[in-house]
T-cell receptor
Framework: DTEVTQTPKHLVMGMTNKKSLKCEQH?????MYWYKQKAKKPPELMFV???????INESVPSRFSPECPNSSLLNLHLHALQPEDSALYLC??????????????FGPGTRLTVT | GQQLNQSPQSMFIQEGEDVSMNCTSS?????WLWYKQDPGEGPVLLIA?????ELTSNGRLTAQFGITRKDSFLNISASIPSDVGIYFC??????????FGAGTRLTVKP
């Protein structure tokens, strides 16, 4: 299995809602990532989990809360979002390495619209 | 901070033409990655480069890691309509932190 899967594919939520994005991989990768991508822009790193521990938080607002229940799953909990948070949210995974770049494999993304 | 410049921003070419795009960085890195993204989808890894001077091919795609370790280019030969999309270079520099170039939007006219 060489896929990263994400659910849901599309999500519309109000500013007072609580929702979660889910990501799963079965490649045995030990690093997992959340990215945010606005239209016509490159993906921007939000969070990195390495061996199920949060290793990077790129100063993301607390209304985004990541969770890594096990080595195959990554969640992003959403609460009290703003319309400007509407974007494509991408999950990725990579084999762990000591240093340098890693080949990251991306899921298809969740298109989030905040109304 | 780290500067990663990708050019050109967009390209409009005729089917069958060759394409070249490149990325330069302000610092030395150990790895360059090239991705393609179709509309509404996640980026797909095309080529990974790990050694200065390395030249790697994947079908009609060829990428090279510059000798100075500060640049890389991606060439697409004999373009076809399905090559349409956005091409990103990417680097990471510590603890899995990866940054993308601004992207090159490719349009192929039949």
């Amino acid at each position: 299995d060489t896929e990263v899967t994400q659910t849901p594919k599309h999500l519309v939520m109000g500013m007072t809602n609580k929702k979660s994005l889910k990501c799963e991989q079965h490649m045995g990768h030990r690093a997992m990532y959340w990215y945010k991508q606005k239209a016509k822009k490159p993906p921007e790193l939000m969070f990195v989990y390495s061996y199920e521990k949060l290793s990077i938080n790129e100063s993301v607002p607390s209304r985004f809360s990541p969770e890594c229940p096990n080595s195959s799953l990554l969640n992003l909990h959403l609460h009290a979002l703003q319309p400007e948070d509407s974007a494509l949210y991408l999950c990725a995974s990579s084999p762990e390495a000591l240093a340098g770049a890693y080949e990251q494999y991306f899921g298809p993304g969740t298109r989030l619209t905040v109304t | 901070g780290q500067q990663l410049n990708q050019s050109p921003q967009s390209m409009f070419i005729q089917e069958g033409e060759d394409v070249s795009m490149n990325c330069t960085s302000s610092s030395i890195f150990n790895t360059w990655l090239w991705y393609k993204q179709d509309p509404g989808e996640g980026p797909v890894l095309l080529i990974a480069l790990y050694k200065a001077g390395e030249l790697t091919s994947n079908g009609r795609l060829t990428a090279q890691f510059g000798i100075t370790r500060k640049d890389s280019f991606l060439n697409i030969s004999a373009s076809i309509p399905s090559d349409v999309g956005i091409y990103f270079c990417a680097l990471s520099y510590n603890n899995n932190d990866m940054r993308f170039g601004a992207g090159t939007r490719l349009t192929v006219k039949p």
